[in-house]
């Protein structure tokens, strides 16, 4: 026993020893990035690397557009562009791995709302970029209004550029088949959950072999659309676990925050949801489905698929192909009582890497990809003639185009502009008129300065997350026994993680936040 | 001999053959069972597994899958080799140093023996964690993007060390003793008369390390990029089975449209391209536990 | 034994009637074998030890531009969470029950499996039967998930398929969180035990074979001879086994229940629910590393408590198996 605590006092040493070599090793190459002050001169040819996340094309085509594309960066900015590519297989581990290590990544593709762009700029992972973005992204900063400015700010500093010039919606709901409405007599288009409740049953009773919905367990996106096709609640941007907990009240009223979950709606949810489970409306073990829904719809053997605007615009004209005579539509949860709220302007956004070797260079290709026209275009679409054709002012495949031989993509969500976009004439013609349809109703986004400090319920936030994870899934598949006694339980476990302390902290920084926006 | 032996068999040893083929046989069966089905699955068309779920046979034959796996194969054929290279190469020198380190621990008149073998056992209680081991491997060691960044990791664990200190017990230690009489040094002995005596440790060891490095996939996915243009076959499988996506990319050779593309049976196609000839390798090393027992029995 | 106790304890005796100068003079002495372990140690001072005080990470509020050791301490604060959910008392009953049940039961069948696989003579069905009983170990655990759910899935699975076939009522597994203990364990066993079987297969091929022969002069019938010598001899392996997996015995398999059980089945929580994947849906959410590392040190300090208790009482009953 001696000998062995000698030998744990020997490796306590050692590990302070190590420790110690590490410490200074950190603090070096601190320091060596803050001297970096030639930020002007472009006399050096640097590699600037910008982090994407997609699986990487195998076909060539990449190399080819890429090498396109530094020839020019080299002329404008004496620079080259290098793709570092996150695969989908485990990406949130290599993505945050990536920013944890403090590797000198230069351009990183973040989001608000999908990549936790505020988790990550609170933990450091993201370079100020307030002071070098006129100098150096002279039209960005310019393109971007103040105002946009003002919704990437962490703690009074820009940490990231949104992707605020391209008009896109992500506003989720259902797609449907119209013609098996209308063989079950629903010949309006479907606005809410009632109705869709008796196209899923239609579909039981005439469709033999044809799961209603066929959804894989992870996709709990019907406990958001119930909210708010029964409520005028918002999301806050606080995630808790697969479902957000707290909700500002009301359009009206979007500095009073509540939880749809303590009210009756998430009962009613409960039970509707409840009762579609014992009238098998999806799988059984729907909770462990993992199945390629998207191609059942297409195939027929499903009726419903959820997912959001932009990918109903390219479903539409596929389905055309795969299911000739089929028509489709989407019941989006704004339908109900039109509670939609605009788009953040960071649902995509690029970011400068907190270790970054060239920050003012970074900031120039970046300037350079969003506003330069012919860089842009091979940027997003590839080579001209290869890639793609203008016929009548939209984008076509040119003749001899083979899918998978010049397939190109480089994933860059972080900085695209309808100014340089070119229609595909793949795209659904009547897109544009849903997105007309939206701007009619769309409310602004209240939140878009709004950036919660969670450090003082850091705790009570994982357990708060832990508890949804728990409960939820169940509760959106009907799984969970008793609807009600099902949610009474969720509550009680939410208040034992601290529900309420939470609730009041939050509640007071938004009191700040609305000063700060009633002030201006 | 044979006549003596076939004396000597009692009820007893019958029936313990008797429950040894028995039991062996049916736990036999409920191994090959599941890879059964993936077999077949990989046979069949995507539309029955799309409509039927799985089968021990399948309802409709197809080819599909592996004729798009095998269209391109310098994708598989390269992680392939590169696979194999690491395999090879880590299980050489891995075995090398761990029946070494093993011998020596397990000489009673090395001091330092419970010492080393603690210091060695530690690190299976506690670790960096991710994040330091990411950092020292990427920062410090500057292994991103480089094979050796899943060759080195695997070459030993601490677990074979004291597994291999364990089986070199067994070999008398009069044998070490009388070597030394004759003037050989500690490496000498280990080399020329250890080693040979323990090929049954060696192939199970060997066995172990190998394993290792064919299954490998999380170092592969932390530190060699895709901008690598040959990542190992489990990385390949692990990406395949992950990600829709990546099978329609690694597809793109096939001239196949993306949305036609089986993702089901090519997932199971994939695997059994990754597996199956692993199977042919086992025998091999089989071999070697039986030229043990000769070993051993001319010892005795 | 008492020659070899005697051969360990000299060398010691003699070193502490010595001067200090010795010292280096043991080193010279043992330098042959102090080379061949070199190897080794650097090996585990760089790829274990090295990284090893960044479990300071646990302790801080971890700032990625500052790095870990300039982050701000924040104490225990990282561990809070383990026990706000009310959990902790039975994520780590469930972890150490699946462990236990997996050493207990898997040494059980892999020295079964070891001593029969000895017994049996014909040479093809041993090769055969070895072989194929590998193979399990080979299917990823993200194959095993996807093979699982079509064998138990209530619509398609194979199960079902089967007992709709015999007539019989088709099972509902995923809604059934009593049967899944069976299953998981059941799984590890099919996966682990060809594999696991080799190491005592080895080992009783290190057996010198004219003790077996001697015995059965004797007269010792079959179960005997297993029984008296097979199994003692087989006890060392078992006990060094025994020490690695019980060093673990807080930390998870945890590619095995997420792809088996999935990441959002909550109804089979209650039994299926061990620390590895509590974890991984709380850094989901919010990738804190600092989290992941106050869990693997809770695991870390566990495990060596229940080791260092585990050794001293192999030492106490029989000194030469322990590990250190």
């Known amino acids: 026993m001696v000998k062995m605590k000698r030998f744990l006092v020997l490796v306590m040493v050692m590990m302070l020893t190590f420790s110690l070599v590490a410490c200074s090793g950190s603090s ?6 803050k001297t970096n002050a030639n930020g002007d001169d472009k006399s050096k040819f640097v590699t600037i690397t910008m982090m994407v996340l997609g699986d990487k094309p195998t076909n060539g085509q990449l190399e080819k557009v890429m090498e396109e594309v530094n020839a020019k960066l080299k002329e ?5 562009l290098e793709l570092k590519w996150i695969e989908w297989a485990d990406y949130m581990t290599k993505y945050n791995l990536t920013l944890a290590s403090g590797e000198p990544v230069d351009l990183i593709i973040t989001a608000t709302d999908w990549l936790d762009a505020w988790g990550n700029a609170k933990k450091g992972a993201f370079m100020d970029i307030t002071d070098l973005l006129p100098k150096y992204a002279p039209k960005t900063w310019e393109e971007v209004s103040d105002e946009n400015w003002e919704q990437t700010k962490y703690d009074g500093k820009i940490v990231m550029i949104p992707e605020d010039s391209f008009t896109q919606w992500v506003n989720h709901g259902f797609f449907y088949r119209t013609d098996w409405a209308k063989e079950f007599g629903i010949t309006e288009p479907i606005k809410d959950f009632e109705t869709l409740g008796k196209y899923f049953q239609g579909i039981k009773d005439n469709k033999p072999g044809v799961i209603p919905w066929d959804s894989p367990g992870t996709n709990v996106t019907t406990a958001w659309g119930y909210t708010s096709s029964y409520s005028d609640a918002i999301e806050l941007p606080i995630t808790t676990g697969v479902f957000p907990i707290y909700w500002g009240k009301s359009h009206e009223d979007p500095y009073t925050v509540t939880s749809p979950v303590f009210e009756d709606i998430f009962i009613d949810y409960a039970k509707l949801m409840k009762d579609w489970a014992d009238k098998g409306y999806w799988r059984d073990d729907v909770l462990n489905y993992k199945g390629d829904t998207r191609a059942l719809f297409q195939a027929g053997k499903t009726g419903a698929d959820q997912h959001h605007t932009e990918t109903f615009s390219g479903l539409r004209t596929q389905m055309d192909a795969k299911q000739p005579g089929s028509e489709i539509d989407m019941f989006a949860w704004s339908d109900t009582r039109n509670n939609l709220i605009s788009m953040s302007v960071t649902h995509g956004a690029t970011a400068v890497g907190a270790h970054s070797k060239n920050p003012e260079r970074a900031l120039m290709v970046y300037d350079l990809i ?9 940027f997003n679409y590839g080579l001209e003639g290869v890639q793609y054709e203008i016929k009548d002012g939209k984008r076509v495949r040119p003749e001899g185009y083979d899918e998978t031989k010049h397939a190109f993509s480089s994933n860059f969500w972080g900085g695209r502009v309808d100014k340089f976009e070119i229609p595909s004439a793949d795209k659904w013609e009547g897109i544009s008129e849903m997105y007309a349809e939206y701007d009619k109703i769309k409310k602004p986004y209240p939140y878009g300065r709004f950036v919660f400090n969670s450090t003082p319920v850091e705790a009570e936030i994982s357990a708060l997350s832990q508890v949804t994870a728990q409960m939820v899934p169940a509760i959106a598949f009907g799984k969970a026994g008793d609807p009600e006694k099902a949610v009474k339980d969720f509550r009680k476990r939410l208040n034992a993680a601290g529900y309420e302390k939470v609730l009041k902290e939050i509640q007071k920084q938004m009191d700040e936040y609305k000063k700060l926006v009633e002030g201006n | 001999m044979e006549q003596t032996s076939r004396r000597n068999i009692d009820t007893s040893t019958i029936m313990v053959r008797i429950i040894g083929y028995g039991f062996i046989g049916l736990f036999a069966l409920c191994c090959l069972f599941p890879f059964i089905l993936i077999v077949s699955s990989s046979f069949s068309s995507e539309k029955a597994i799309m409509e039927s779920g799985f089968a021990l046979w399948p309802k409709e034959f197809s080819t599909f899958a592996y004729e798009i796996v095998f269209k391109n194969p310098r994708l598989v054929i390269g992680s392939y080799f590169v696979t194999l290279a690491i395999t090879i190469v880590g299980t050489a020198v891995g075995l090398f140093i761990i029946a070494m380190t093993g011998y020596a621990l397990q000489r009673q008149d090395f001091l330092y023996r419970n010492k080393i073998s603690f210091y060695i056992y530690f690190t299976t209680l506690f670790s960096g964690g991710l994040v330091p081991f990411y950092l020292l491997m990427t920062k410090y060691l500057h292994l991103q993007d480089n094979y050796l960044a899943v060759l ?23 044998i070490t003793e009388s070597a030394k009489m004759d003037g050989a040094g500690d490496f000498t002995i280990f080399l020329k008369i250890i080693l040979p005596m323990s090929t049954p440790a060696l192939a199970t060891i060997g066995l172990f390390i190998a394993l290792g490095y064919w299954n490998e996939w999380y170092n592969s996915m932390l530190f060699l990029s895709p901008n690598m243009e040959y990542r190992p076959l489990q990385l390949f499988l692990y990406n395949v089975v992950t990600s829709a996506d990546f099978i329609r990319n690694s597809a793109a050779a096939s001239n196949v449209p993306a949305q036609d593309i089986p993702l089901e049976t090519m997932k199971m196609a994939t695997a059994v391209v990754a597996t199956g000839p692993v199977i042919l390798f086992y025998p091999f090393v089989q071999k070697y536990f039986i030229s043990g027992i000769t070993i051993g029995a001319v010892k005795g | 034994m008492k020659t070899e106790a005697v051969t360990v304890q000299s060398p010691t005796v003699v070193v502490k009637t010595k001067t200090k100068e010795s010292v280096f003079k043991r080193l010279w002495k043992h330098r042959t074998l102090l080379l061949m372990c070199m190897p080794a140690i ?51 009953f469930n972890t150490i029950a699946y462990n236990l049940a997996f050493i207990v039961l898997g040494n059980i069948l892999q020295i079964a499996v070891a001593i029969m696989l000895n017994e049996l003579t014909n040479k093809w069905f041993k090769k055969v039967s070895q072989t194929i009983m590998f193979l399990p170990h080979f299917i990823s655990a993200v194959l095993v998930g996807l093979l699982a759910y079509n064998i138990l899935s209530y619509d398609y699975g194979v199960l079902n398929s089967f007992l709709k076939m015999v007539g019989l009522d088709p099972v509902q597994t995923y809604s059934n969180p009593e049967i899944w203990p069976y299953i998981i364990v059941i799984t590890f066993l099919w996966q682990s035990t060809g594999y696991g079987s080799i190491v005592y297969f080895a080992a009783i091929m290190g057996l010198d074979k004219s003790i077996l022969e001697a015995a059965e002069i004797d007269g010792a019938n079959a179960f005997q001879r297993i029984r008296y010598i097979i199994i003692p001899w087989l006890k060392p392996t078992f006990i060094i086994l025994l020490l690695f997996s019980l060093g673990g015995v807080l930390k998870g398999n945890f590619g095995l229940f997420y792809n088996l059980v999935g990441a959002n089945n909550t109804m089979l929580y209650p039994t299926t629910d061990i620390i590895e994947t509590y974890v991984f849906r709380t850094l989901m959410t919010n990738f804190n590393f600092s989290l992941g590392s106050a869990v693997s040190l809770y695991q870390s300090v566990f495990g060596l408590v229940i080791v260092l208790t585990a050794n001293w009482i192999i030492r106490k009953v029989s000194p030469e198996n322990s590990l250190f």
């Open chain 1, 370 to 378: 969003r506003n330069d026209e012919e860089i842009y275009k091979l």
């Open chain 1, 28 to 33: 070096e190459t601190n320091s060596s990035t």
């Open chain 1, 76 to 80: 404008k900015a004496n620079a080259k």
């Open chain 2, 152 to 174: 080195l990791p695997g070459l030993l664990s601490p677990f074979l060390i004291i597994m291999m200190k364990a089986f070199t017990k067994s070999i008398p230690h009069e």
């Open chain 3, 42 to 92: 650097i090996f585990f001072a760089i790829f274990a030890y090295l990284p090893m005080p960044g479990l300071y990470l646990a302790f801080v509020n971890y700032d990625y531009s500052l790095g870990i050791f300039d982050s701000a301490f924040v104490g225990f604060d990282n561990f809070k969470f383990l026990v706000m959910t009310g959990d902790l008392w039975k994520l780590t």
